[in-house]
């Protein structure tokens, strides 16, 4: 037997070995199980299969990721703290539990509430918690330890080393988890409850996106069943965002959240036209909801005529009048235009039935099902409250003026009403070509027809950027749900982009829901967010400065080039941050990026595309401006800022574009210009 070492990394070295080894004999207990005998057919025993391979792959254990990364030391056991003499108690936190053979902790959840201190403890208020240690890593090795005492006045309060370090850690690959160092004010919105939700307001690099998928983890840490049942969802402006974050939950263990566009959410038909600016505005603008809401429910035409259900010998006469009664309570009643539909049928039998047993018939429930299924009943409510489908109506509405004109009316101007009206129809639905703002109002239709589900928990990120109809969108799959909003007012470069938070969490439906402001920035280093935050009191006057946490103060250069030297300087300057390490973005207007191409391919430079992942081999990302947003690289290389600005409809969105731009880089950024620098800028 070892004698227990004095040397305390050691002695936390042992710990890691033992806890491994308890991971290991908790996945051999798991793959050892033999579900022959508790499974009586092969459907149940394929989903047991499913649920046990899960769970295997939940336990492996991952070389790089560390097994634990911090311990606390209790000063009295957790729920005791009260009681006199109640011994102290030591935790390992952890990405998951891990427990020895008697059951006991070996590692805790970096989600249960007893791990909450090593996020949120302070020497103001160390709750119960002497010490706070935090482990350092090398590959897979503990290598390093850093100790807070948080009760000890004498100890003087410092920034840990080992959070500037990973904070400072070249990015490689895609975006990584940061359970070992949330922040305490990232740690609010993470562990906030499940039924309320939140809207984050946050600079360049505040850690919108990490604290949202983090967030996801947590309440399906803490509410799994409820959340298995209803359901959860991130959103993300395009494909190669998602495919950036998309390894974050899974390292947290979580295998189960969906991930879209708002574009996938509403892929009711295929998308293969476009809109101009002032279309889109106002397809996108909350008012339509208005239009399509009247044009779904101009459907219901009153009755002329009563109905007259034959049964054997008797002829049953429902007068146009009770039709009518009937059909304006189902219209006075909050219910889908689909459901009032289906009651329909049912209602008219009920009133025949009512009849019936006036003139003393006892019928039961089988003849009310078999007159609402009467061929006469069936074409009443065919001619009553027909069928709508949802794609026609909108292709109706947006190609004929006078149907459009009778739903818009006193909602949407003359010249609005031109605006969205198709130059050239197409002859119908099918051969449309539909825009992504037409689809989103397929899907506000299909919900006044059929009402959408709704989840238990919506992430949406870079939120700025959707239309009122798009937030109506997104709003209407969590209305049971609670929602976590995370934008940059200043990163908004669509021409509807978000005005104020209020504004948005209002067509969201989520009024309540409480705004919070991150405000340190751990990607962009001071000088470059210096150099940034010029613009904005140009894009967004009033919104709080980031303030960088990064220990380097970054390196940032800007260079003019003569005329025809551009594409040979930006070359240069990727060749330079190719000798470093890390990851590099050429990032340019999105109509230099064929010539760009050209040139590296000329030069041999390999390079990748947005969402596509880094290897030692490929380092160097061509990243079109319009697809910058939300990512991040080691080194940047802007290529012609007023190319950037000139590349959107207005100057502000512009100017905005550039601000995304200019706030990706973690360790340097290199601005090339030939034109003048915007004056913003300069
Ligand atoms: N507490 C933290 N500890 C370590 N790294 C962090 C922390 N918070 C954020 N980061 C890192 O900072 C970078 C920026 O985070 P993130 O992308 O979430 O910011 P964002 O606010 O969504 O930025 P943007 O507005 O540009 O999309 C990421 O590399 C993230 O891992």
């Not at 505005?281 to 044009?295: F, P, W």
């Not at 990064?550 to 941050?577: I, K």
Request: charged share 25%.
């Amino acid at each position: 037997m070892n004698a227990v070492s004095a040397d305390p990394l050691a002695r936390e070295r042992a710990h890691l070995t033992s806890s491994r080894a308890a991971l290991r004999a908790m996945r051999e207990d798991v793959e050892a199980l033999d579900i022959r005998d508790v499974t009586a057919n092969w459907v149940n025993a394929e989903v047991l299969q499913g649920q046990i391979d899960d769970r295997i792959k939940a336990l492996a254990d991952l070389a790089h990721t560390p097994l634990f990364f911090g311990r606390l030391d209790y000063a009295h056991a957790p729920g005791a703290e009260e009681a006199e003499g109640a011994e102290g108690e030591r935790f390992y936190i952890g990405r998951r539990h891990v427990h020895d053979a008697a059951g006991d902790p070996m590692v805790i959840d970096w989600r249960a509430p007893v791990s909450q201190p090593f996020y949120r403890a302070s020497k103001k208020d160390p709750m119960d918690v002497t010490l706070r240690r935090r482990f350092g890593y090398t590959g897979g090795d503990l290598t390093a330890y850093e100790d807070e005492h948080l009760t000890d006045a004498t100890e003087a309060e410092q920034v840990s080393k080992l959070l500037q370090q990973e904070i400072e850690r070249p990015r490689v690959g895609p975006m990584r988890d940061i359970v070992a160092t949330i922040q305490p004010e990232q740690d609010e919105i993470v562990r906030s409850g499940l039924a309320g939700s939140v809207c984050v307001q946050g600079g360049p690099g505040t850690g919108k996106t990490a604290v949202g998928l983090h967030r996801v983890a947590y309440l399906l840490y803490a509410h799994r069943e409820r959340l298995a049942r209803t359901g959860t969802l991130v959103i993300g402006p395009n494909r190669s965002f998602l495919h950036y974050i998309e390894q974050v939950l899974p390292a947290l263990g979580e295998l189960e959240v969906k991930q879209a566009t708002v574009d996938d959410l509403v892929a009711h038909v295929e998308v293969r036209g476009t809109d101009d600016a002032a279309a889109a505005l106002v397809k996108g603008d909350a008012r339509m909801a208005e239009v399509l809401r009247r044009a779904v429910r101009s459907h219901v035409t009153p009755p002329t005529e009563g109905v007259v259900v034959v049964r054997g010998s008797r002829r049953w006469r429902v007068p146009s009048y009770e039709l009518d009664d009937i059909v304006r309570e189902l219209q006075a009643r909050d219910m889908r235009y689909g459901a009032a539909r289906e009651a329909l049928p049912q209602r008219i039998a009920h009133a025949v039935l009512v009849q019936m047993e006036r003139s003393g018939e006892a019928p039961d429930d089988r003849v009310q099902d078999a007159v609402a299924r009467n061929a006469a009943v069936k074409a009443a409510v065919k001619a009553v409250w027909p069928p709508v489908d949802p794609a026609k109506l909108v292709h109706r509405l947006l190609s004929d003026a006078e149907f459009l004109a009778a739903h818009a009316e006193g909602v949407l101007t003359d010249e609005e009403q031109k605006t969205v009206l198709w130059a050239k129809p197409a002859r119908t639905p099918k051969s449309t070509k539909w825009s992504a703002a037409d689809a989103v109002l397929i899907d506000e239709a299909h919900d006044l027809v059929t009402r959408t589900h709704s989840l238990g928990h919506v992430v949406l990120d870079e939120a700025q950027d959707l239309s009122p109809m798009q937030y109506r969108a997104v709003g209407r799959r969590c209305t049971t749900g609670s929602v976590t909003v995370l934008g940059d007012l200043a990163q908004g470069t669509t021409p509807w982009a978000t005005p104020t938070w209020a504004e948005a969490l209002g067509h969201l439906g989520k009024e309540e829901a409480v705004v919070e402001e991150l405000t340190a920035g751990f990607r962009v280093p001071r000088e470059v967010i210096a150099y940034a935050s010029r613009l904005l009191p140009a894009i967004a006057p009033g919104l709080t400065e980031v303030a960088s946490v990064r220990e380097s103060p970054g390196s940032l250069a800007v260079r003019e080039v003569g005329p025809g030297g551009l594409d040979a300087a930006v070359l240069d300057a990727c060749a330079e941050s190719l000798r470093r390490e890390g990851s590099i973005g050429l990032i340019a207007a999105d109509a230099r990026v064929p010539a760009l191409a050209a040139a590296l391919d000329a030069a041999g430079v390999p390079y990748l595309s947005p969402g596509e992942e880094t290897t030692a081999e490929a380092r160097l990302t061509l990243v079109p401006a319009s697809l910058a947003k939300g990512l991040e690289y080691d080194y940047v290389v802007l290529d012609e800022p007023a190319a950037v600005v000139d590349g959107e409809p207005d100057e502000r969105t512009g100017l905005r574009r550039l601000y995304v731009a200019l706030t990706r880089a973690v360790s340097g950024l290199t601005v090339l210009h030939s034109a003048p620098l915007p004056p913003a800028l300069a």
